[in-house]
């Protein structure tokens, strides 16, 4: 695997803007892929910064204003702004991190920025408030700005069309993804080989002053009753979350990711959600473990799972979930506007899901009843518990957790209020093109139509406490959530 120029797959010009010579520095306004290293958006930029010979600005912002902004997001994103400015520091890169003290006072410091840049490159992500921001600073922005894919291994605008199922996602993968393995963004990019450092422009600087991290919480406006968790964000968490999932927990992964009794999974969904690891740098340690190369691929895979890289069977039940399924939803939010809406479920779902609306429920929840844990079953108030202390829910429970959440709502459009509500405004993880994923598959995206045809559900997968109570071991997780 090679990491050289940033391959033109994962650059889109989002303005028609050109580069202006006369400009003091290059801008990089990191805003998904939060991290020093493993990032093409830093590479873009800083092929740049030596092009035109400009010193790299980078500049990493955390607003206030945007919806479900909370102690607990503030503090996981701020403890990955402090990794991110100690990774720079010591380095020719000039490293603004911003957090706005309130709702629109950083209105503008982006375009103050930008206009003494040469180019302005910023991270691309297809989901929650990302989009608009980008199209609305494109309109501002006098110069090119650059938005850089790097959330996947599949470049996010190298399909044509939304897959309906991962099933068709793969047999894709399986035919185009070899090349873009070959391509990785820099492990250890030459921070101290650029141009000189220049400071922020001072009026810039005086107007928005820097992060002062030790700012508490408080000062604030964001939802204070959503605590912060004990996890810690940023790069060197996050590498350390994946090195001990590697090496203490992977070999079990198949069946120790569906058990609710244990911590089987890697946990890593937060830190890939705020960018503070990267999809390659997790494939090529992943790859290093296995002592991997792509000459094990399988020739004609033919959409299964099994098989297909050549991996011991853990790696590959890993990777069906870290690559199909997580880049299957980026795909989605990429060609599906609606994807947050319930307009985007399949026909087949929604004309099953309209025959039964009306059918009687067992009980119907309010948003409150289900976010304060008050309903008849167990077992789902501890998924909900434990989404509102840890901001996660065990890997298996939250599929548990959406299901009820529908079946004991009036209809199919409240669930995804409730749901969507639930899930960005506690899990950290939320917000993120697989939150979508998740919580639509609740309702039959990227499923098929189930028999027997049930009350409520109508031919949508049906999923019960009673079953996963018999299945699966639960008591040691309603004692953990009680
Ligand atoms: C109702 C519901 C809501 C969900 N909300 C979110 C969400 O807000 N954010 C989120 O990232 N995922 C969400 N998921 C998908 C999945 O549950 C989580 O990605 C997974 O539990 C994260 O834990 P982990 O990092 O330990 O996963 P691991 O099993 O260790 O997997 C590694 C990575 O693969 C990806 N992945 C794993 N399972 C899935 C899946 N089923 N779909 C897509 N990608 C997957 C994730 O990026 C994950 O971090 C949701 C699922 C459901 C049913």
Redesign the pocket.
Known sequence: MVSGAVPPSRVRAANSGTPNVEGRYVLYWMRSARRPSWNFGLDRAMEWSRQLARPLIVFEGLRCGYRWASDRLHQFVIDGMRANAAAFEGTNVTCYPRVEPEPDADKGLLEALALEACVVVADDYPAFFLPRALDAAARKIPVLLEAVDSNGILPIHSTERAFPTAYAFRRHLQKVLHPYLEEMPRARPALRSLPAPVPVPDHVWKRWPAAAFATGLDAFPIDHSVAPVALEGGVTSARRAWRA?LAERLDD?ADG?NRPDRVG?????PY??FGHISPHEMFASLVKREDWTPDKLAVLARGSRAGWWGMSEAAEA?LD??IT??E??FNMCVHEPNYERYESLPDWARATLEEHEDDPRDAIYTLEEFETANTHDELWNAAQRQLVREG????YM??L??KKIFEWSPNARAALDV?IEL??KY?L????P??Y???F??LGRYDRPWGPERSVYGKIRYMSSQNTARKLPVREYLEAFA
């Not at 999974?265 to 969904?269: E, F, K, L, P, T």
């Not at 996660?392 to 890997?395: Q, S, V």
């Not at 993880?429 to 993120?432: C, F």
């Open positions: 999932f992964y990711r999974s890697s946990g890593i969904s890939l959600h890993l979930q870290f399924w997580r299957l939803g996660r829910i065990h890997n939250r599929m957790w959406g749901m899930n960005n899990a993880d939320g917000r993120d697989n939150s994923s998740g919580i598959w609740c």
